[in-house]
């Protein structure tokens, strides 16, 4: 019956991913309260298939969420930024200009300055954008690593040390660590790396959470389906020598979105993740095929 249900989920089954926002800190997620909380549900584009990868940010007093679109039929996903009303920014127009797939657009802050960190790995690297008040678009600062397809990474900053957190394409379950004391400067592969390396916390979910003093790293539970849950680890360890964490709890999908759920993010007082759900129809199969018969064309974006 399982070997069944997987084959009329290839033929039919279509993932639809939407953005969900909740208002509260972190204690909401430790505490396990999700579920209880009163959820809004982002439907930007309804021709999007996924509307995914959300992360949350603050300038000048507003709120916005930078996440990845994707269709079927486009072949490609691109990174959009709406605020908290549903308006649309075009921050990230000079990153959609490169050729190939886009998504994870993880946004943070350093000495006052935002940078963004998208996944590239079609590019063969992870790349630094800097945001450009003037002109409200991330612009390209330097190339961070350029010698495999990354994927889903982060830096988070902590007593002078820039730590990134990574993943590839061809081994996304092992979790490796890098370290720098400069933005600009060469990382360094961590002693300790790989930190993780199974399907349940390898790959992230989401940036480093700082709440209380703590650090927590949000990774995608995939073992049973492609981000069927949450895993939140508590970080006990964080220096150029040492690194340890622990599990700590799993978020489960939220209704009505049962089918999934694989990216984390908290700003102030507001959560953001997203949510999968799986239709079925028979068209599906034909946008399918649609959508690897262009991944394989020579020249596409």
Known sequence: MRFFKKIIYKLFGQDIWRIGIISGDFTLVLNGQLPNQKIRWFDINSKSDYEADPF?????????????????????????????????????????????????????????????????????????????????????????????????????????????FTSTINDPFKQRLFFSDSLHGDFIEHRMSPVAKNSRVGRNGGGMICFDGKLYRISQNCTDTYGGSLVVSAVSQLSPNEYKENEYMEILPLPPYINGIHTLSVKDKHIVFDGKKVKYKVSNIFRKLAYKLKTRLPCRN
Request: with cysteine.
């Open 56 to 164: 949350i940010f603050k300038l000048c007093n507003t709120y916005y969420i930078a996440y990845e679109e994707f269709n079927y039929l486009s072949g490609n996903a691109k990174l959009k930024c709406i605020d908290l009303n549903g308006s649309e920014f075009p921050f990230f127009d000079e990153i959609n200009n490169n050729i190939g797939h886009k998504s994870f657009p993880y946004v943070f802050e350093v000495e006052g300055a935002l940078y963004c960190l998208p996944e590239e790995g079609d590019r063969n690297g992870i790349y630094l954008y800097k945001l450009n008040n003037a002109l409200n678009r991330f612009e390209y600062v330097r190339d961070i690593l350029r010698d495999d397809m990354y994927v889903d990474s982060f830096i988070h900053y902590v007593d002078g040390v820039y730590y990134l």
